[in-house]
């Protein structure tokens, strides 16, 4: 009779048990931010009332009316609506934020490995550089590129220019552009056979080292398939592209391609900035190599070249990925700071001027933090999958 | 064979045996002293050598035009534009710095009126009686600090800074605030308040309830997904609407709203991961002893895992101290704004005026950050001595 009332479950209070007080936690919490969300939009509804703001998405076929800098879809102030302007700002952000990457990476793995460097004052230098960025706000020094460089760049009478065909000068830089004319699609074609050819070429000879342990110049074909064979179709079509040279006249530069000094401050800083945190990712990476994986590829007979790339970097870039594709989302971020140069991205043409035009801010920074959001969790996916690709498979 | 042959040899010429002394070998090249240094740090093969040079000339066209902008050329003293304004006789001119004496004080306070700019002073004082008790590791009850630091100063400061007739202290509107009283007032109540909520948040997302984990990881992925400035938008045009119209917190307020959760989210992660490096026995450990979760959580596991996550801490700390510059975006002046108002000030108008106000912000924000990251290195050097025992 007693062992049957000691094996059965513990009688306490419904107060302490865990699950019940669990559950009991977790309602109060949900009707708590019920109730704070509940009371934010009827405020809200309130508040836009009182000060007759409109709501609702239908801003977004309306008339924009204002112009912008630079655009890279067709765009005008009067035919232009909201919506337009919006993705002629995403665009501007995934411009500067693409070329961002690529450059903050070759100067992110050139510091980083130069900070490792034997030579005593290249290592010196590279670290004077990571602190000295580091330490510094970004927004900081991206006005002092802005603000006390290139607007101390001479004015339009005064530009430096070379050869009378590239100019610049603190209304931005000016540059030939080239024109196509037809049978460039040739050209493309070609790009494109090249990048294909060079993987199935890439397949196939790593196919064949395994079965046959012979190596072929993957990097030279690919080379040639990727430069050569459109350079060739360039020739066979008979040069279709002639360069629309920018003109200098007494008040402004016509024709060309224009990079506004905007752009070209935003990039600086941002490239310079990650940068540096960039160099510190490759550096951290690169040491957690340990020393022994080096030796024992000396000791196999790998030479420096080969030790680096079969041994020291592939495991290195396990360590570099996540923190990278941390910095990465860092600077696309952080290209939002372009509301204070004046460079026309996402934040400063819709949180900036649409926003102040229709007044309807939570629709506005909402679909702003969308987007971000949105670019935040793809690249996140995409790069976990790549991290689970490269990652080390244990037993 | 090989030996008899050998053996025959010498048998034959008897003139093997040297018998003249040979001359010393020279002796080796350096490989320590400061030849042997340069040698293996600079000189170490021909492409090291290039480099070595390239750097050297590199430096050469950096070094001396920057020493010659700060000091060289450099207006020390003035009493306006003028002073700083290449002329006949200086036809370069250096760094303006006298730009920077004439503002120093609009730089430190603001527009905080000049009678009651002893507050701050005393706000000063006190923030750095707290910061030096609490990051000098050995200092006495640093318990008792941590509550003057988080708790007594925000409170003393508050009725400080903003006034209180009551005490006789005449009331301060937040909209004359203004440089670095700004910057540290908004990285400070940023720090205050992004450790507890950060370390809330972080055990939120590790709970075993569902609903408390759901929303402790979307408030931290959607602050950490989106940017710093689109969440000071949120604050300072989405908050006003959010809330009664009476209580429509003021601008201040709001960045100060934006910042904490903004630096929120990121402690959180931080913490997280100081959690995760927690083995799993300590927790086992602590709930077999029969504490509570929050016993367990106060007395076993925060204590480890919040001293493994200290250089963290301080770099997130790094992170929010020169983000504050982006308060300005809601129309604050904070040290780096009150910069740029000065800049273009007329009064001051002159070639060398903007990059003179740009450097001496660089060095603030430079002392302070590196200030901080050292102190985050040593810390970390200080932990990886006790696990390397």
């Not at chain 2, 995760?276 to 450990?285: F, S």
């Not at chain 2, 077999?288 to 007395?299: D, E, I, N």
């Not at chain 2, 009150?338 to 001051?348: G, H, L």
């Amino acid at each position: 009779m007693s062992i049957a009332q000691e094996s059965g479950p513990p009688k306490v209070a419904l107060i302490y048990d865990p699950k019940i007080r669990s559950i009991a936690y977790q309602v109060i919490l949900c009707a708590i931010i019920l109730f704070l969300a509940w009371s934010a939009v009827r405020n809200a509804a309130d508040n836009l009332a009182r000060a007759k703001i409109a709501s609702g998405f239908g801003f977004w076929n309306q008339t924009a009316g204002f112009d912008i800098s630079q655009t890279l879809i067709e765009y005008s102030a009067q035919g232009g609506t909201y919506g337009r302007a919006f993705w002629v700002g995403l665009l501007n952000t995934l411009l500067v934020a693409a070329i961002g990457i690529v450059l903050a990476t070759i100067v992110g793995f050139l510091v980083g490995i130069a900070r490792l460097s034997r030579n005593w004052l290249i290592g010196r230098l590279a670290s004077g550089y990571v602190e000295l960025i580091r330490n510094v706000p970004l927004l900081l020094q991206l006005l002092f590129w802005y603000n006390a460089v290139l607007k101390a760049l001479p004015d339009l009478r005064d530009s430096w220019s070379v050869f009378g065909n590239v100019y610049l000068n603190n209304r931005g830089f000016f540059a030939p552009y080239p024109i196509f004319g037809e049978g460039i699609g040739l050209v493309v074609g070609a790009f494109v056979v090249g990048v294909v050819g060079a993987i199935a070429f890439r397949i196939w000879a790593r196919k064949r080292q395994e079965r046959t342990g012979q190596q072929a110049p993957i990097g030279l074909v690919a080379l040639g398939l990727i430069v050569g064979l459109p350079i060739l179709a360039f020739f066979v079509a008979g040069m279709p592209a002639t360069l629309e040279y920018p003109e200098k006249g007494r008040f402004n530069i016509r024709g060309g391609m224009e990079i506004l000094p905007e752009f070209v401050a935003l990039l600086i800083g941002l490239v310079l900035y990650t940068g540096a945190f960039i160099a510190e990712v490759v550096r951290a990476g690169i040491m957690a190599v340990s020393k022994g994986q080096t030796e024992a590829a000396g000791a196999l007979g790998l030479r420096t070249g080969q030790t680096l790339k079969l041994v020291v970097i592939p495991q290195a870039m396990r360590v570099i990925i996540p923190p990278l594709t941390n910095q990465y989302l860092n600077l696309t971020k952080n290209s939002s700071l372009a509301v204070f140069v004046g460079y026309p991205d996402l934040v400063q043409i819709f949180t900036g001027t649409v926003l102040n035009q229709t007044g309807q801010a939570v629709e506005v920074v909402m679909i702003t933090m969308a987007v971000y959001l949105t670019i935040s969790l793809v690249t996140s996916m995409a790069m976990n999958w790549y991290n689970a690709r490269i990652a080390l498979v244990e037993r | 064979m090989a030996v008899t042959t050998q053996d025959s040899k010498i048998m034959r010429h008897e003139g093997y045996v040297r018998g003249t002394q040979v001359d010393a070998l020279p002796a080796p090249v350096a490989l320590t002293g400061v030849i042997g240094w340069m040698r293996a740090s600079l000189f170490a093969g021909p492409l090291n050598t290039i480099l070595t040079i390239l750097t050297i000339l590199l430096l050469i066209w950096i070094v001396p035009p920057i020493l010659d902008f700060l000091f060289i050329h450099a207006v020390w003293s003035g009493a306006d534009r003028e002073a700083c304004l290449p002329t006949a006789e200086h036809p370069e001119v250096g760094a303006c710095w006298a730009f920077v004496r004439d503002r120093f004080s609009y730089f430190i306070y603001g527009s905080y009126p000049i009678p009651e700019r002893w507050r701050v002073d005393i706000f000063f004082a006190m923030l750095a009686i707290g910061i030096f008790w609490l990051l000098w590791l050995e200092a006495p009850r640093r318990d008792l600090g941590a509550l003057y630091f988080f708790v007594v100063v925000p409170i003393v400061a508050y009725i400080l800074l903003t006034g209180s007739p009551l005490i006789g202290l005449r009331n301060v509107d937040t909209s004359l605030w203004g440089g670095v009283l700004v910057t540290i007032v908004v990285s400070w109540v940023g720090i205050v308040f992004s450790l507890p909520i950060g370390i809330l948040l972080a055990l939120g997302r590790r709970s075993n309830m569902p609903a408390v984990k759901l929303f402790s990881v979307i408030f931290i992925e959607f602050v950490r997904g989106v940017p710093l400035i689109t969440v000071l938008f949120m604050a300072s045009v989405m908050l006003p609407l959010f809330v009664p119209d009476a209580y429509s917190p003021d601008k201040l307020l709001r960045a100060l709203i934006g910042i904490a959760m903004f630096a929120s989210a990121y402690m959180a992660e931080v913490v997280r991961a100081g959690l995760q490096a927690i083995p799993k026995g300590q927790y086992e450990g602590a709930m077999a002893v029969g504490l509570g979760y929050w016993q367990m959580m106060y007395l076993i596991i925060l204590p480890q895992a919040l001293k493994i996550t200290i250089p963290n801490i301080v770099n997130t700390y790094i992170g929010l101290f020169k983000d504050t510059t982006l308060v300005v975006i809601v129309g604050i002046f904070d040290f780096l704004r009150t910069v740029e108002v000065s800049r273009i000030d007329p009064k001051w108008a002159a070639p060398t005026t903007s990059a003179t106000g740009y450097v001496f912000a660089a060095i603030f924000y430079f002392i302070f950050c590196y200030a901080m990251s050292r102190y985050a290195k040593n810390v970390e050097a200080r932990l990886g001595k006790a696990d390397r025992r």
